[in-house]
């Protein structure tokens, strides 16, 4: 069985909103980008429920970094994660996460038999092309999908910031909301007038604010 960590509302309803949140790629569900966002969407009524893949999980155990599988191979772990989240709630379920994990939440969302109750997918840092090579699209789970999906980007992310996505034309059921001199972990620089906390919280607000448009 799936092991969830859940942060919740201090207005926890069983039948609120949750956001299931799938980590990055190098860093586990509980980093500090995974706590605060979790937290900001709390405070903002989103139940959220972490789970960490089985190549991440392996690390607490021997302390070993492996990279991760393919994406698509992670897929079905998703699926099992999802199918937790479902047995215990019974709201409406919006699957997502940040870099990597986004990129799986949205090819999940593409499949025929994703579940109802999935209402849509929320993409923290969306990996839009690995840095250094912007010709390297990685649109297909995007323009695939079967739910609208909320993507927060940092306007300067190496995985594609304003000025790449200039250059594309996604689905109108995409939307792109930009954090100001956000990174890709949505972080700014030390100089910028945004924070890094203040970029999260904007992100969490945002999502809550689609769990419930997407819910009408």
């Not at 191979?73 to 998703?78: H, Y």
């Not at 996604?170 to 001199?181: A, G, K, Q």
Request: glycine share 10%.
């Amino acid at each position: 069985m799936t092991d969830l960590l859940w942060t919740l509302p201090d207005a926890d309803a069983p039948d609120a909103p949750v956001l299931l949140l799938a980590h990055g790629a190098g860093a586990a569900m509980d980093s500090g980008f995974m706590n605060r966002f979790s937290g900001h969407a709390a405070q903002n009524g989103l139940a959220v429920a972490r789970f960490e893949f089985a190549y991440m999980a392996k690390r607490r155990v021997d302390g070993r970094k492996r990279p991760p599988p393919r994406a698509d191979k992670l897929i079905g772990e998703f699926q099992t994660a999802l199918q937790a989240v479902l047995d215990q709630r019974k709201g409406p379920v919006l699957i997502g996460g940040k870099s990597m994990g986004g990129r799986v939440a949205a090819m999940l969302s593409g499949a025929a038999s994703l579940p109802k109750r999935v209402t849509g997918v929320v993409c923290l840092g969306y990996p839009f092309h690995p840095p250094a090579k912007p010709d390297d699209w990685r649109l297909e789970p995007l323009e695939n999908a079967a739910r609208p999906v909320l993507i927060a980007q940092g306007t300067r992310d190496a995985f594609g910031g304003t000025d790449d996505l200039e250059t594309v034309t996604l689905p109108e059921s995409i939307r792109v909301i930009w954090m100001e001199d956000g990174n890709h972990d949505l972080a700014p620089r030390g100089a910028s007038p945004a924070t890094w906390d203040g970029n999260l919280a904007t992100a969490a607000r945002e999502a809550a604010a689609f769990a419930k448009e997407i819910a009408t």
